[in-house]
């Protein structure tokens, strides 16, 4: 066979107007082997606590909202359920404290779960939070523009929608630039919320510091005559009704434990400080909340919320040198609560990708779910949070009393997973110190996030409730069907390797040196095994004695999983090497003149053309081979979960005027 030189190798062509308008919003690419970039992207306590911890504390405007209404008009019971709630924020985060402690790696609950329960119930975990954390952004979002157009005009009403969706969308830019950027941007509105909201306790809690025998006469007589005419069981069930319909309160506090690994070294150090100020933070703002419902008698009011009612009853008739500064107050702190919860959004684009990316490295998840973007930003999973949460919204119209079901609901079966895991960790120590305490801390945060569970399901399930669990199982079963394949694919996958019986074990010796004027095949490869030498034996039986000389091209990918520093992508670029050193042997032993060529990137398309470039000019009369899953039965889902890498860079290596042909690998049964 022969064929004619190869023309010369034409320059990479200019960046299309698609990608600088991409560069001009999104950014441009970090540098993975810049040690700066990797304490770049970290978070200190502070931001973490501003990009993590405001999804806890901005749950303070729609908690205890909805917990303070299911008291009716038994309010003498706030104190209690002030004290409760409290009290419920340091248990479950001093719980989840000790899983950062116990497990420095992160993960969170979906990691707890499948370690310490087995990879069934991790499944569960996982499923749960990530519908959680499409809740966490559709909720967020629904309560900050309720609190703005609770001021606003009723005709404005229509359009709290659209404005939601355009919020969303702005989310979905800022996150793709990167975490650090995003959570620097939104930080003065956390500021100004924890500053609007001091203002408003202290002044609320000591406007009242005069009348202290008064409210302490009316809570005692409210106690004295709800005994009187429910008893004690009544107001016990009417305490842990508002209790339980309060579990939006405590929605964000396994955020920090789940966005463990953008922290700043020492990680666990920095994620526990993160939880002590988130921890504080909210219990005392959620808990002063339901406090000032009590003291100013507050009730609901049409679609205004309960929040717009304190402030208006507070401060809403204070003036100044004939200024409404009451007024201006009021809508600079519903204007606060707006924008801390639509920074609280974060937690749903930070932390949903982040288990996505785990779940996919375990084959729950299509595998692409754990690739990273150049901007080190898991694209599809905040894409794919984006694109749910937009369709929870209209599919809710935006009601928040059914988001806040849905959303507790699914919080609270994996808090209750987590809590269970530490418990039976714990029970399986002997003798290890600190064993009582584990139990104790443990064990009664399970009995409290049961409890909350089970009476938001009771309380709820025809209100939304039933519509999560729902969801939840069927995203669990999808996961089941997701890994049942990949096992499938890798059992079949794994029979080439029995290639390797049959090669040549004789040491190398003297080899065949390189010529570049002669005919050469470009083998892109991953890891050395059978499929990549399946690829080298099909093209000397498709190309007997053509090809003189063969070049194994390979690219390291960064993934979510190892991108951890520059160590991991000197770990990734030694493994990736010596994997092609073992491919360049195997082709010396086979006769053949070899050589490889390496990269380490983010996105394994975009460096194999850039070195596909590099190597084609090398070696002009170069044919670029790569290898791709075939199925005996194509079905639309395997675009899906296996990635086209192959035909992308066919396509692009074609329009950069290269030869390039894709080898099918046979897969003869599919899930």
Known sequence: MTTEPASPVPPAP???????????????????????????????????????????????????DEAFRALGPHHYLGVALALATAVTVFVISVAYSQIIKRFP??????????HLLGPRFGVVSGSALLVDYVLTIATSIASGANQVFSVLPLHWAPYKLVVEAVVIGLLVIMNLRGVRESVTILTPIFLLFLLTHTILI?????????????????????????????????????????YSMGGGTYTGIEAVSNGLQIMREPKVETARRTMVYMSISLAVVAGGILLLYMLFHVAPEGEKTMNAILLEKWAGGFRAGGLPLGIWFTWLTLAAEAALLFVAAQAGFIDGPRVMSNMATDSWLPHRFAQLS??????????????????????TRGDITALVTMYSINVFVTFSLSQASMVRYW???????????????????????????????????????????????????????????????????????????????????????LDPKLPTAVMLVGGYSGLGIHALLTVQRLFPGHFKNYVFVSVGVIDSATMKG?????H???????GLKRYVDLARRLGLAADYRM??????????????????????RAVFFAGKLVFEQERWFQRLLHNETAYQLQRRLQFAGLNAMVLPVRVMQTA
């Open 374 to 395: 150049d901007r080190l930003t898991m694209q599809d999973g905040v894409l794919l949070m984006g694109g749910a949460s937009l369709a929870v919204l209209f599919y």
């Open 202 to 242: 202290v002044g609320g809690v000591s406007g009242h510091a005069m009348e202290v025998p008064r409210v302490v006469g009316e809570v005692r007589q409210g106690f004295a005559s709800g005994f009187a005419t429910l008893g004690l069981a009544g107001m016990f069930g009417i305490f842990l009704k508002a």
């Open 599 to 620: 990269a380490v990137g983010t996105e394994a398309v975009s460096e194999a053309e850039h070195l596909a470039v590099q190597v084609a000019r090398d070696f002009p």
């Open 14 to 64: 200019p960046p299309p107007p698609g990608s600088r308008l991409r560069r001009l919003l999104f950014g441009a690419p970090r540098n993975i082997q810049d040690p700066r970039t990797y304490h770049s992207i970290s978070l200190i306590a502070f931001l973490a606590w501003v990009g993590l911890g405001a999804d806890g504390l901005s749950s303070s405007a729609y908690g205890p």
């Open 572 to 578: 990734i670029r030694e493994k990736t090497e010596q």
């Open 427 to 513: 029970l399986g120590k002997r003798g290890e110190s600190g064993k009582k305490r584990g139990l104790a801390v443990h064990g009664i945060a399970l009995a409290l996030c049961l409890a909350i569970l089970a009476g938001t399901v009771y309380e709820k399930a025809e209100q939304g409730g039933w519509v999560t669990l729902a969801v939840t199982g069927l995203l669990v079963g999808l996961c089941f069907l997701i890994r049942r394949h990949y096992t499938v694919v890798k059992q079949n996958l794994a029979r080439l390797n029995e290639i390797m019986n049959a090669l040549p074990a004789h040491p190398t010796g003297e080899h065949h040196q």
């Open 566 to 570: 520059v160590e991991e992508v000197d």
């Open 105 to 114: 790696f992160g993960g969170g609950g979906y990691v707890v779960a499948s």
